[in-house]
């Protein structure tokens, strides 16, 4: 079974930070390219950040500086760890491979808010 099961998820008020787990199974994270994804309510879904499988990372703009997107390969899981989050940052974000997705996950909600 090819699974992704986002988690770390919660309230936080702005300014606080973050870490969300992606753990998998079914397939090996050092082998694809792993993005995360977010999506707020009557937006679509957005590309958050990438790291490609050698190990080079790229970000939305908007995030650039804020979010950093790391892979522990010995336990098949990537982390998109935040910080200095905003009230724009509120949404429920899921993580996939990049350009070989597999079904969506649940997603883990966040939330930002005084």
């Known amino acids: 079974q090819v699974q992704l099961v986002e988690s770390g998820g919660g309230l936080v008020q702005p300014g606080g930070s973050l870490r969300l787990s992606c753990a998998a199974s079914?397939?090996?994270?050092?082998?694809?390219?792993m993005a995360w994804y977010r999506q707020a309510p009557g937006k679509q879904r957005e590309l958050v950040a990438l790291i490609f499988s050698g190990g080079t990372t790229d970000y939305l703009d908007s995030v650039k500086g804020r979010f950093t997107i790391s892979r522990d390969n010995a336990k098949n899981t990537v982390y998109l760890q935040m910080n200095s989050l905003r009230p724009e940052d509120t949404a429920v974000y899921y993580c996939?491979?990049?350009?070989?997705?597999?079904?969506w996950g649940q997603g883990t909600p966040v939330t930002v808010s005084s």
């Open positions: 996939n491979r990049w350009g070989a997705m597999i079904g």
């Open positions: 079914g397939f090996t994270v050092s082998a694809y390219s």
